[in-house]
């Protein structure tokens, strides 16, 4: 199937009257979630997923879509509005947003996130339609070797990527790798670490670990500190750049793009990549670089657009390879798996209408969040400044009743309160938990792609270094590592993270 | 002794990891050419074993912080009303145990007050969220749970 027929079917899935409403439900929910303050991306689908669960598989899809940019550009508004970032990649965006906001132009760095969103959305969009079927072919030349390779690449960066130690990163993988091996082997049919419990059988869940570490784990940390909860949020005033604005974020946006869209497709965080490196180049390219951290625009608009940019191209090895490259790639692979959908190279072929409306519908979501978000930003901006003690309760309640929906098993729930605590001691002990959600579901595929590889080479681990696209993923997995170690990047790294802490 | 990060970490890890270890000897090892379902545990438990003990050494050089704790009770009182609600969930069903969980959640709050305006919320809430999930999203979830079915409620 070419291109065009491909993008014509998934306009017909995307555009009938259903799916179109809870692509837009999908979004408004999403932001709305996404803007809560201490609600990340994974928080917020985590929490919204049971409203998908009824549906239809391509409507669920669709609206899926549509939370996951709800929750990014809310994550956004409220990096700008009240300086506190739902997740590490839009850490950058407070530099220059929330100073932005403070001189009363909030709604300019608000109109430039969306703007830049929505042109890196597009683009990304299209560069999915491209390279997917692309690389969906390559994938299927890949044998157990090279995905094996292609797994530990993606820990790898990961680790590389978080704040924190290196040992502690890789401490967290191996963890969420012994995670993922709770339950039946596939293999053997042996029960590995299920302690007799029939719950435990199926494995874990891995929307509920993820709804407990992220969502419940954010509650508990937040409610030991309540009392210097105390932020204030910004007016939002007039929300039409400038012709000076449009002329001085242009640029930005457009190599913000260029930049997240390669680095998307990278495992391991190409978000915070993409971001933290666009703001770097146009603070570089900049004929005032002093301005920045004190509400350039630039500085609003790159990242935002390099962030989205990425956001989309994540998608990409997470369809076609079955490999998530971010946790929260990985939690969409945990929605898709619900909904009885395995992505892999084969999608693309066997389910062309959901594969192809899933594009169209990441479009959609873009231009909507770009039609709703602008004129509702007063809205938003109100439900920022609810109370914690108001929120926090609610967000018990629908972490707990998500969780619950998912297999209609309280045991589920018991498992997410675990997970919330152990969370919690997670961001006591200066533990970033990402690394782990990603091993939680590379973890059992990284022993079923090493155990066949070593079956069909006899046990002889020198495949891995024959294989040309094996031995090139390791290089490149070896030289991220090396150069860590090295004093020079380790310089670099820590100035560069030390900003998410 | 203080308490670092480094000391939480590391504990973790190597207890988590030589538990882990012990159990998975138990399961067939295999051979590399036919991993058994006890190879792969027994390589990521042991260098996770490895890796906290790692961290454990580190923490005697004291360059991480000293974890402080500033109050515990909200975090053991959330947690309890969470694994309540999903214990009685299908007992109560779903608007009581909703209006459950959100005022004994909410007594961790600092700012909690018992007064007639948190009841009518949570009331409110819980309604909400009955027509939400059960009527219009059609989660298997009874509006009027076991309990009180067997006490004779509608």
């Known amino acids: ?501 | 002794m203080k308490v670092t990060q480094d000391v939480v970490q590391g504990g973790l890890f190597a207890a988590i990891g030589l538990a882990a270890l012990l159990m998975a000897l138990q399961y067939p090892l295999g051979t590399p050419g036919r991993m058994g379902p006890g190879f792969f545990p027994v390589a990521i438990s042991a260098l996770l074993a490895l890796t906290g003990l790692a961290i454990l050494a580190r923490s005697r050089l004291n360059r991480s912080e000293v974890i402080r704790m500033a109050r515990w009770l909200p975090i053991v009182t959330v947690t309890i009303a969470i694994v309540v609600f999903g214990f009685l969930l299908d007992k109560l069903g779903l608007p009581l145990a909703v209006m459950l969980l959100c005022v004994w959640a909410g007594t961790a709050s600092i700012s909690f007050e018992l007064n007639w305006k948190a009841i009518a919320g949570a009331v409110a809430f819980s309604l909400v969220c009955g027509v939400l999930f059960v009527t219009l999203l059609g989660l298997p979830i009874p509006l009027v749970g076991s309990w009180l079915q067997a006490l004779g409620a509608p």
């Open chain 1, 1 to 501: 199937m070419d291109i065009f027929s491909g993008l014509l079917l998934g306009l017909q899935t995307a555009s009938t009257l259903t799916n179109f409403a809870y692509c837009f439900a999908g979004v408004l929910l999403g932001t709305a979630v996404g803007v809560l303050p201490g609600l990340g991306p994974i928080a917020t689908i985590s929490m919204l997923l049971p409203f998908t669960f009824g549906l239809p598989v391509d409507t669920a899809l669709i609206m899926l879509a549509g939370i996951f940019y709800g929750s990014q550009y809310g994550g956004s508004t409220t990096a700008i509005l009240m300086n506190l970032p739902g997740e590490a990649s839009s850490v950058v965006t407070t530099l220059d947003g929330h100073e932005m906001a403070k001189q009363g132009k909030a709604g300019r760095a608000l109109a430039a996130a969306a703007i830049g969103s929505f042109f890196a959305g597009t683009v990304g969009t299209m560069f999915i339609v491209i390279a997917a079927p692309i690389l969906a072919g390559m994938a299927l030349s890949f044998g157990p070797t090279e995905y094996f390779s292609l797994i530990v690449l993606g820990l790898v960066t990961s680790m590389v990527l978080t704040s924190g130690s290196l040992l502690t990163g890789f401490g967290m993988v191996l963890l969420g790798m012994l995670l993922g091996m709770i339950g039946t082997d596939v293999n053997s049919g042996a029960a590995r670490y299920t302690f007799g419990s029939v719950d435990l059988l199926d494995g874990l869940n891995f929307v509920v670990i993820a709804t407990g570490i992220f969502g419940l784990g954010d509650v508990l940390a937040n409610l030991e500190n309540e009392h210097s909860r105390a932020a204030t949020i910004a007016k939002v005033s007039s929300l039409f750049p400038t012709r000076e604005d449009w002329r001085r974020m242009t640029g930005p946006i457009i190599r913000g793009t260029g930049i997240g869209v390669l680095l998307g497709v990278l495992p391991g965080a190409g978000l915070l990549l993409s971001s933290f490196s666009a703001y770097a180049l146009e603070k570089k390219l900049s004929m005032h670089p002093e301005q920045f951290g004190k509400g350039a625009i630039e500085g609003v608009a790159a990242p935002e657009a390099a962030n989205n940019a990425a956001a989309q191209t994540a998608f990409i090895p997470m369809l076609t390879l079955g490999l998530p490259g971010t946790a929260t790639m990985a939690l969409m692979i945990g929605a898709l798996v619900v909904q009885g959908v395995q992505p892999g190279p084969n999608i693309l072929t066997e389910q062309p209408a959901l594969f192809w409306g899933l594009v169209v519908s990441m479009w959609i979501g873009n231009l909507l969040l770009l039609i709703l978000n602008l004129p509702l930003v007063g809205m938003w901006a109100k439900l920022i400044s609810v109370p914690y003690k108001f929120l926090f309760p609610l967000i018990c309640v629908f972490t707990a009743i998500g969780v619950y929906s998912i297999r209609n098993n309280a045991f589920d729930v018991y498992l997410m309160a675990l997970f919330g605590v152990l969370g919690y001691v997670f961001r006591k002990a200066g533990a970033e938990p990402a690394p782990l959600i990603l091993a939680l579901i590379l973890g059992p595929m990284a022993e079923e792609y090493l155990r066949r590889a070593l079956l069909i080479s006899h046990g002889n681990a020198s495949v891995f270094f024959t294989s040309p696209v094996s031995i090139g993923t390791l290089l490149i997995a070896l030289v991220l590592l090396v150069s860590i170690l090295l004093p020079a990047f380790s310089k670099v790294r820590q100035a560069g993270l030390q900003e998410i802490d």
